[in-house]
């Protein structure tokens, strides 16, 4: 064979082995694509709330992000603005302050908070007390955090997180700055959809109602036919809650029990005032409230759109504010203790929990009328000259905003305590409807709290955020919780209604408030450089084939000589 023919049979070997060179590389880079997919892990975003009050904007004002990622114990001492997105778990609160992380707010592109899945039994209860208040401190403080100029997110870790925190930890480097060039690098990102604003807000109020026929007539009002003589005890509890993430509002304790309380005392007393002969002497509304994390909104409607002559016939107020937890508890009320308006009233619940094993408080705050807050749900009461009081396992006042917890689930409330906690609750009522000194040995037999209708009011109650306007943003799982509540009183109590009103909060409140938060995988710099060198190669190769060597030797030699020349 000619010399040509040899050489076109060699370039064509060469052409083939190339060719299969370039597959293998192109499967290679295949796999390593599809390596990033699995690193990939994605999360419901709650955002940080965001609202104005007073013309100032709180919370974060930003919606979308995508940087990389961040921890703590890895960020730069100096005031260096960084595009990375932070991530905070709350084991990080061991070694950091809070100042310390809220500081890093102007410094990089986005934050994202890393909780334990509070639904888990055991996730809360693993944390010390001490974290956990570092991190209620925390969520408040996010909440008064005002014009913060970058989105600001919670997260839920699940199974998968844990192996791609660490996965992050090993990317970042023993410390701050010294980065693996070998290790996949970590972006978070999500694009939720742009600030709007809350134009108006709605709420509804429940009400039913157990009359006395020892009364003067069937019941409270003169309007329904009733006569407006009967006494009456107002049973409350407001059925919002507040968390510095808004869609992580489940509420259990605050004040999820305080509404199955006031269910389950609705489906017992029902059974007393079902026979003449076992009614009390007072008639009892039973109020569930919306809008109570606003400055008890509800409560506020309630008193302004009832009856006058309801309002002066109600001899107590009674509201019931996180009972769920807790071996104390206390008495709030505006009156100082020992006033003839409450005495008699905190006198049958004193008995009431020495009976139950509970240490009872009586805790005196009065009411300034030059502050617009409202700190508790009876205040409400007290300002329409109702004697009230509520009844929680909290010993101090807290404006609503600063009662953020978004790890308040079910798993955070044990059944047998919020029962017990109820038993105390129900014979202090009891001795107040019938005017006895000790009604302990009542709820007994069929007249027993039930420990699985309070689990199943539970999970009804925590199964989706009860913030108001997350409520009303939500149309169908707002409704469905207030017709749910609504049918279950109305199986037990007479008259009963539901008025939805317009709130008139001192805030306004903008959305989105949950979207995707994404974190991504990505191949590191080194990767990168090598397979730039490989590409090389490939070309160089592949020009060498087709140009023949004595080319390629030729061309080689003269860029040698090139550069030897200079």
Known sequence: ESAAVKERRARSTMLRALMSLFLAALLCLLASEMGVSASSLSLDGHRVLHYQRDSVQYGPAETSFSFPVNVPSHMPM?????????????????THSIVDILATVNRVGAVVFAVPDPSVE???????????????????????????PIPLYFVVENEKFEAVYADILSSLGAVAGSLDPFRDLYRLQTSASSVSKVKSLKATNLQGWLSASSSTSAGPMASQGRDSASRTIALVAHYDSFAAAPSMATGADSNGSGVISLLELARVLSKLYAEVRSQGKHNVVFV??????????????????????????????LCLDSIGTGESFYFHSSKPEGSPATAGVFQKFSVAAEHGGVQLSYVHRKINLADDTVYWEHEQFA???????TLSTRASATAPFSRANSLDSAATIHLPTLKRNLNVVAQGVVAMLYELDDATAVFEGSLSFREDV??????????????????QEDVEEGALLISTMEEHM?????????????????????????????????????F?????????????????GLSGL??????????IASIQGK
Not at 126 to 147: K, M, T
Not at 454 to 471: G, K
Not at 501 to 508: G, L, Q, S
Not at 528 to 544: G, K, N, P, R
């Open 78 to 94: 100096d005031e260096s603005l960084r595009p990375e997105v932070l991530l905070v778990r709350m084991q990080d609160l061991a």
């Open 528 to 544: 990168d450089l090598l397979f730039t060198l490989i590409t090389l190669i490939y070309l160089a190769l592949l020009w060498t």
């Open 383 to 389: 300002r329409a000259r109702i004697p009230s009081a």
């Open 288 to 317: 569930l409230t919306g809008a109570g994390r606003l400055n008890f909104a509800g409560a506020q409607h309630w008193l302004a759109e009832a009856d006058p002559r309801l309002v002066q016939n109600i001899d107590f107020a």
């Open 454 to 471: 309070m689990q199943s009011w539970l999970q009804a109650l925590t199964s989706h955020s009860r913030f108001a306007p997350f409520l």
């Open 122 to 148: 055991g996730a809360i209860a693993s944390i010390s007390p001490e974290i956990l208040a570092r991190w209620n401190e925390l969520e408040v403080a996010l909440v008064h955090q005002p014009s913060v």
């Open 490 to 526: 109305a199986g037990l109590l007479s008259d009963v209604s539901q008025h939805t009103f317009d709130v008139e909060a001192a805030e306004t409140f903008f959305t989105p408030y949950v979207s995707v938060v994404t974190i991504q995988s990505a191949k590191p710099v080194a």
């Open 550 to 559: 004595a080319e390629a030797r030729y061309v080689i030699s003269q860029i």
